[in-house]
């Protein structure tokens, strides 16, 4: 029998531009998960698995990170590595052994300590996950000696300005919105406020892609506590508990490496197909969001993934951008945090941060940037190579969904 899955707490660490006085990553993984298990009011021995994640680290970093910050009680704790995805990938290892009856009470936890300066490969001496990525845009645009994630993704909006015609100032303007949405998160990286044109006349990093409109290299982590439903009651927890009403994985489709396309290259239809599947596992529709965390690492990755989650008919973002319907006042409001664009991306944190930031707005705590009337909240997180996990949420007593 599958069981309810409740969020019961979320923490987590303001997010910073890697330096040499960076906090290491156990005192971050532990900052955010003792507030995960203040906001729960449970202590640490109530946990029993811990399902932890990271990408730039030795093996068992989880584990180091847990035990001297949260506790050693001896849980099973797994390390979770999957890209950009990391994040949400312990968040969905987590909640299968919730809703399968395997643990009551589980541990999502994610951190990341980056290097300066662009992502860079791991291992010279061995096959690139991302080859076969790689080769399509290759084939279709060929490969400049400038770092090859914003490449990439530029890709993928020029294929969608051949395709549409589409204006490169529609995703200069998803950054402008971003940045402005980050002034009023206290855990943002970067809180300054820009103009369109500011946004447009920064660097160049690649093409149209401006500094402005692609995610920094980030240090921060982020938790999530999830438990059953009579966990909950136990804990007298109803008040705070956030349910996942639906979350699908998917990873790359035929699709991505045989109809030569970079916007399928970079994840579109493994999102399109793990969206449609969550809709429909939970008897709800795009209409029916009022809150979306979605993967800016890149401003045209965003205008994409609305089209891929079914905000709009594919071919048609640029006028849900001229409604205003991807913020406040609209019909969602889209990285109320500021996105990763400026609220940062360390990788292995940014899908609980994500999880976090729309727990506190389905519960009404967002504070200035706090989306009125939030009943139903969604997350999307993308890793290259691949990854994508969509997830919806609801608060969850009595069933938070309409």
């Known amino acids: 029998m599958q069981r309810r899955v409740f969020v019961v707490g979320v923490g987590m660490t303001k997010f910073s ?18 507030a995960a298990l203040a906001d729960a009011g449970i202590p640490y021995s109530a946990v029993k698995q811990a399902c932890v994640g990271y990408v730039y680290g030795d093996s068992t970093c989880g584990q180091r990170a847990v035990y001297h ?16 995805a990391t994040g ?39 096959t690139n996950p991302m080859d076969k990525h790689m080769e399509i845009m290759i084939n279709k645009y060929g490969l400049a000696s400038a770092p090859v994630a914003p490449q990439l993704f530029a890709s993928a909006g020029k294929e969608h300005m ?48 401006t500094v402005l409109q692609c995610c920094p290299t980030s240090n921060g982590a982020a938790a999530a506590i999830l438990a059953n439903e009579e966990f909950v009651k136990r804990h007298k927890l109803q008040p705070k508990a956030v349910e996942i009403l639906a979350q699908v994985m998917a990873t790359d489709y035929p699709s991505t ?18 969206a449609q599947k969550c809709f429909e596992q939970a008897g709800l529709k795009p209409t029916d969001v009022d809150v979306i965390e979605l993967h800016d690492c890149f401003s045209v990755n965003e205008f994409l993934t609305y089209e891929a ?20 006042g609209g019909k969602w409001v889209i990285n109320p945090s500021g996105g990763l664009i400026s609220k940062g991306h360390p990788l292995g944190a940014t899908g609980l941060a994500q999880v976090a930031e729309l727990c506190w ?23 290259l190579g691949g990854a994508v996990v969509v997830t919806l949420f609801g608060m969850g007593f009595p069933r938070g969904h309409r």
């Open 69 to 84: 910050g949260l506790g050693l009680t001896g849980i099973p704790i797994v390390n979770v590595n999957n890209n950009c």
């Open 361 to 383: 707005q389905l519960r009404g705590l967002a504070g200035r940037r706090q989306v009125p009337g939030a009943k139903v909240a969604l997350q999307h997180n993308l890793g």
């Open 309 to 328: 989650l079914g905000l709009c008919p594919e071919g048609r973002a640029c006028d849900l951008i001229d409604r205003g319907d991807n913020t406040y």
């Open 17 to 34: 531009k890697p330096n040499e006085n960076s906090a290491d990553y156990p005192e971050m993984a532990k900052e955010a998960g003792q």
């Open 257 to 274: 490496f045989e109809e030569n396309s970079c916007m399928k290259m970079v994840g579109y239809d493994m999102t399109k197909k793990a």
């Open 162 to 209: 051949e395709k549409y015609g589409t204006n490169p100032e529609y995703f200069a303007k998803i950054a402008w919105k971003n940045h402005s949405h980050s002034t009023n998160n206290p855990y943002s990286q970067f809180q300054k406020e820009y103009t369109l044109d500011e946004v447009l006349q920064s660097r160049k990093i690649f093409d149209y892609l």
């Open 88 to 126: 949400s990938t312990a968040l969905f290892m987590a909640r299968q052994l919730v809703e399968g009856g395997l643990a009551d009470c589980v541990l999502a936890l994610g951190f990341e300590r980056m290097a300066k300066g662009s992502l860079a490969t791991g291992f010279s001496d061995r």
